[in-house]
């Protein structure tokens, strides 16, 4: 806290609390080098980041995209005037399934929009060759990917573009943030214009642009955030090994299990409950730990198909979507924070083995 009083201290001191000021300049290039990315854009939250991404890359017509996210990706799509598509995600790590992606094109189609679901990449290699073949871009929505590698590679370096979130739920946050991930320097200048107004200059306006910018404040907070990301990222490793070892052998339980190839970053521990095996509805769990005052969350519950604006979509009836479907019937995710302590995981354990 000190420290962060300090940073305040010198941002108003300098009085430049926006607008590429020094601490959003250093956030930025720290970031980039933490991340393994070469060149990065910050915002002031996921949401705008991903509508101005769409902006950026002229989407328009038709996005492919997954049910099972939080509602803000398929948001930024409405508010851009562009359809969204649902197409159903695959059962092992509840991304979007790459072999049903083709079915979907239409003449309208212009992008791909999927999701790393719990920071699990995405079938990135599959992805990319259909969007290849019919000339799609690709944006991956990577609110939950942040730090993880893949064979030693960051996964927010494919696709066209990649979209972070720094909301105060994340694994990484600056109270609200996100950021766009891009591979050249004229990109990142034009998503730079278009986050502050499509400011050129001083007086020069080259498109209509949104005010998406991070200001100061939120940019230390980021590099604070930075200095003990690792130490985060290790204590939630050791709270889901301690989840993993108890309710492996639990009937009527089943978890995602993490590949051996990937960096993860452990930022949520979901669970998926068979109704039949378990003796209990997931939704009855949910209500138990409620009770307890023990919060976990049904993320994604409901699928964005299923909410009012887009329920009348032909991608979005449930029997196009049964995989989904079934998965956000089931999932639970549990309580996962680095300061969470061994006696609140054991009065967790209880809860779940005593039905």
Not at 235 to 249: Q, S, T, V, W
Not at 277 to 303: H, Q, S, V
Not at 317 to 330: G, K, Q
């Amino acid at each position: 806290m000190d420290e962060f009083t300090d940073l305040l201290k010198d941002i108003w001191g300098r009085k430049w609390l926006t607008n590429n000021g020094k601490y959003h300049q250093d956030f930025e290039k720290a970031l980039a080098d933490y991340l393994g990315v070469p060149y990065i854009s910050l915002f002031s939250n996921g949401t705008l980041a991903l509508i101005s991404a769409l902006q950026v890359l002229n989407i328009t017509g038709e996005v492919i995209t997954t049910p099972y996210s939080f509602v803000a990706t398929t948001h930024a799509l409405w508010w851009n005037n562009i359809k969204p598509v649902f197409v159903d995600v695959e059962p092992e790590f509840c991304n979007l399934d790459s072999k049903k992606i083709e079915a979907a094109i239409t003449p309208k189609t212009t992008a791909i929009l999927p999701v790393h679901v719990y920071g699990n990449p995405c079938d990135t290699e599959a992805i990319q060759e259909i969007a290849d073949r019919y000339g799609l871009k690709v944006i991956y929505d990577a609110a939950h990917a942040f730090g993880v590698k893949q064979n030693g590679q960051s996964i927010l370096n494919f696709g066209d573009l990649s979209i972070l979130s720094f909301h105060a739920t994340k694994v990484f946050n600056t109270i609200e943030g996100g950021a766009i991930v891009c591979h050249d320097e004229k990109t990142k200048k034009r998503i730079d214009y278009l986050k502050n107004f499509g400011f050129a200059g001083e007086t020069e306006v080259i498109a209509p642009g949104i005010n998406a910018k991070m200001n100061e404040v939120q940019s230390a907070f980021g590099l604070l955030q930075l200095k003990t990301i690792d130490k985060n990222i290790l204590a939630r490793k050791e709270i889901a090994d301690f989840y993993c070892k108890h309710l492996d052998n639990i009937d009527g339980i089943e978890r995602i299990v993490v590949p051996e190839n990937l960096h993860y970053n452990y930022g949520y521990f979901p669970v998926f409950i068979d109704e039949q095996k378990y003796g209990m509805t997931r939704d009855a769990l949910y209500e138990k730990l409620k009770a307890n005052n023990i919060f976990g969350r049904r993320y994604f519950y409901p699928l964005i198909s299923q909410f009012p604006t887009y329920r009348g979509l032909e991608s979005a009836r449930p029997e196009n979507l049964p995989v989904a479907e079934m998965i956000t019937d089931s999932v639970i995710c549990l309580p996962i924070y680095p300061d969470l302590t061994r006696d609140d995981l054991k009065r967790i354990l209880d809860i779940i083995l005593n039905k």
